[in-house]
């Protein structure tokens, strides 16, 4: 438990050029999706929708943009904003992440 509540105000780390520019991508096609929501579900059922998919893909974008601006102060905050979302994120996408 101890190592989960250290990894989690971690900045996570870089995504590479290429996953960046994937993970950007996909995030802009789902943010239509996520608004989609307003229309299609009433209720509880809508705040759900909207709120998960809407956070996670912004979320998402912050990260990839944090890891496309160069490696001093400005990229590292983006990146840290994302830190309690992705504590354990899939680290062989990341930019020199170990291959085990």
Do not use: C
């Not at 105000?9 to 050029?17: E, K, V």
């Not at 299609?40 to 809407?54: E, P």
């Not at 601006?69 to 990341?94: D, I």
Request: glycine fraction near 8%; charged fraction near 15%; proline fraction near 7%.
């Amino acid at each position: 438990m101890n190592q989960f509540q250290n990894r989690l105000w971690q900045t996570p780390p870089r995504l590479s050029p290429a996953w960046a520019r994937i993970v950007a991508a996909l995030a802009i096609v789902v943010l239509p999706i996520a608004a989609s929501g307003f229309w299609l579900y009433d209720g509880l059922t809508r705040v759900a929708h909207v709120s998960a998919l809407g956070l996670v893909e912004l979320t998402n974008l912050v990260w990839t943009i944090g890891s496309m601006l160069p490696e001093n102060e400005v990229g590292k905050t983006a990146r840290g904003v994302t830190a309690a979302q992705y504590p354990h994120a899939h680290r062989a996408h990341m930019v020199g992440a170990d291959p085990r």
